[in-house]
Nanobody, 118 residues
Framework: EVQLVESGGGLVQPGGSLRLSCVTS????????MAWFRQAPGKGLEWVST???????YYVDFVTGRATISRDNAKNMLYLQLNSLKTEDAATYYC????????????WGQGTQVTVSS
């Protein structure tokens, strides 16, 4: 059974930073791309970033320059460093399994909530 468990969310002031983490199990982590999505209250899911097997990275425009996705294959861990947070970044962030070389997503974590408020 594939499991993805996010952590690291919380309350942060505008301009602050957070590092989200995701631990995976039940899958050969190193052979998959991994992604982060987010969903703000009352809004749809938004793709945020992907990191491939070869550590190639992709970001949506609204986080480019403020976010860094990374992975530690030895620990089956995925990370998302978010800097210069804005109120519009408030959302539940999801860790998602992405088959390598493809742009669809197969397994989702439960999410970790990020609140940006002064």
């Amino acid at each position: 059974e594939v499991q993805l468990v996010e952590s690291g969310g919380g309350l942060v002031q505008p301009g602050g930073s957070l590092r989200l983490s995701c631990v995976t199990s039940g899958v050969d982590f190193s052979r998959f791309a991994m992604a982060w999505f987010r969903q703000a209250p009352g809004k749809g899911l938004e793709w945020v970033s992907t990191i491939g097997e070869a550590l190639n990275t992709y970001y949506v425009d609204f986080v480019t320059g403020r976010a860094t996705i990374s992975r530690d294959n030895a620990k089956n861990m995925l990370y998302l460093q978010l800097n210069s947070l804005k109120t519009e970044d408030a959302a539940t962030y999801y860790c998602v399994l992405q088959p390598s070389g493809h742009w669809y997503w197969t397994d989702w974590g439960q999410g970790t909530q990020v609140t940006v408020s002064s």
